[in-house]
């Protein structure tokens, strides 16, 4: 099945600071890739989806400006937390899709933020 | 809206059978995936229902019933590795996946 990747894995930062995420699909192009947050013992919520592009769509209640999403190229989309604060402090999952239409999410590994 | 239920946690022992259910109230249905997730881990696609009735691979079922907006996954010859969250996801009509809770499932010897 297709590959896709997150980079870091683990990131710890300080209250503050700025932290970017890194998604790739590895053996395809993704048309179309999604962030999702996923709080301990909870599901994973679709935080925006992104078109290769284009701007990305958030969902109600997801700041945009906080949640920097660029999707510049057909294998790569990034996830950046700006000033981040504790209450960030989750597990970051990108998925990525190669159509518009139906297909299945491929999903990454995940990302563990922990902002102190 | 958007509703997708299932159980918050099931136990049950190894060998047995397990059947994890989820009802869903959506804008639209393209369709209702099973994922396997671990701890700390990204979710893994186990199955993928459009068609109502019930798709078999190996261990592990899941049936659709569309009229009732009703869907289960059967867990057969339960291992200890079997332990772990099970997501359902339904694939709404802007082909967005919406996600349940999830159901922990605690598998003892």
């Known amino acids: 099945g297709a590959v896709v990747s997150q980079h870091p894995s683990r990131v710890i930062c300080k209250s503050g600071t700025s932290v970017k995420i890194e998604c790739r699909s590895l053996?395809?192009?993704?048309?179309?890739m999604f962030w999702y947050r996923q709080f301990p013992k909870q599901s994973l919520m679709l935080m925006a989806t992104?078109?290769?592009?284009?701007?990305?769509?958030?969902e109600q209640g997801v700041e945009k400006d906080k949640f920097l999403i660029n999707h510049a190229s057909l294998t790569l989309s990034t996830l950046t937390v700006t000033s981040a604060h504790p209450e960030d402090s989750s597990f970051y999952i990108c998925s990525a899709r190669w159509g518009r239409e139906f297909n299945e999410q491929f999903f990454g590994p995940g990302t563990r933020l922990t902002v102190l | 809206g958007q509703n997708i239920d299932q159980p918050t946690e099931m136990t049950a022992t190894e060998g047995a059978i397990v059947q994890i259910n989820c009802t869903y109230q959506?804008?639209?249905?393209?369709?209702l995936f099973w994922y396997q997730q671990h701890a700390g881990e990204a979710p893994t696609f186990l199955s993928y229902?459009?068609?109502?009735g019930l798709e078999e691979k190996g261990r592990f079922s899941s049936f659709l019933s569309r009229s009732k907006g009703y869907s289960y996954l059967l867990l057969k010859e339960l291992q200890m590795k079997d332990s772990a969250s099970y997501l359902c996801?339904?694939?709404?009509?802007?082909?967005?996946?919406?996600f349940g809770g999830g159901t922990r499932l605690m598998v003892k010897p």
């Open positions: 959506t804008s639209g249905f393209n369709g």
């Open positions: 229902n459009v068609l109502d």
């Open positions: 053996d395809f192009q993704a048309t179309t």
């Open positions: 992104s078109n290769e592009g284009s701007k990305a769509t958030y």
């Open positions: 996801a339904v694939n709404n009509a802007g082909n967005m996946l919406t």
